[in-house]
């Protein structure tokens, strides 16, 4: 069955700072792979995605990720941050042989300080 | 621009009343799914749908049902709530790309 790990529950950055948030996959094939942002109380929003191709994707409000099959992850990156990034990140893997699933990583916090 | 609602936004009911949450959306997807989030928490998917006439159950046990009558909706049910059904409830749809998500429905069963 295919699942997803986010290792961080929560992190703290600097406005301005990089970023790098943590994804990493089980799937036995290519992965259809997804980054969603959440603010409180509100549903998901599409950062990212990757189905194929180029294994460096580039999404909205700035943010990048890259595809390393080697390592089974797909970590997000953003050079700069601002304060307006502070949400709740999640990362999704959806299988497009069988069970038709959308599985969900437990989601990573973005708290980013002054 | 994605079209996925949910309704109502908000709703506090009493234990044991029978609740319907709402989901339509207007994109033609045959894919659709429930989650359950706790504030805060991770997303645990609790039914999803194929399409018409195809409902299955996700990885999370729940008391609630779903159907799928027309293409555009997927309702999901409570035939009796509980405190423990208190959570936010988020319905998404699909095509061959990504999942688009409605606003949720925070219930709290009092």
């Known amino acids: 069955a295919q699942s997803v790990t986010q290792p961080d529950i929560h992190i703290t950055v600097s406005e301005g700072a990089s970023l790098e948030l943590r994804c990493n996959y089980s799937?036995?094939?290519?992965?259809?792979l997804f980054w969603y942002v959440q603010s409180p109380g509100q549903g998901l929003q599409l950062l990212l995605k990757y189905f194929s191709g180029d294994t460096l994707v580039q999404g909205i409000k700035g943010f990048e990720a890259e595809f390393k099959r080697s390592q089974s992850s797909f970590n997000l990156r953003k050079p700069s941050v601002h304060w307006s990034d502070a949400a709740e990140y999640f990362c999704?893997?959806?299988?497009?042989?069988?069970?038709?699933?959308?599985?969900f990583g437990t989601g990573t916090r973005l708290t980013i300080i002054p | 621009e994605a079209d996925i609602y949910q309704t109502p936004r908000y709703l506090v009911i009493g234990t044991g009343k029978k609740i319907t949450l709402e989901c339509s959306q207007t994109?033609?997807?045959?894919?659709m799914y429930w989650y359950q989030q706790d504030p805060g928490m991770e997303l645990h998917l609790i039914h999803y749908?194929?399409?018409?006439?195809?409902?299955e159950k996700g990885d999370l046990s729940s008391e609630s049902t779903v159907s799928r009558i027309r293409t555009e909706h997927f309702p999901l049910t409570l035939e009796s709530a509980r405190p423990s059904h208190t959570s936010q409830y988020l319905c998404?749809?699909?095509?061959?790309?990504?999942?688009?998500f409605g606003q949720g429905t925070r219930l709290t069963v009092v």
């Open positions: 994109m033609g997807h045959d894919k």
């Open positions: 999704a893997v959806y299988s497009n042989f069988g069970n038709e699933k959308l599985t």
């Open positions: 998404a749809s699909r095509g061959e790309g990504e999942a688009f």
């Open positions: 799937y036995g094939a290519t992965p259809y």
């Open positions: 749908s194929y399409g018409v006439n195809s409902t």
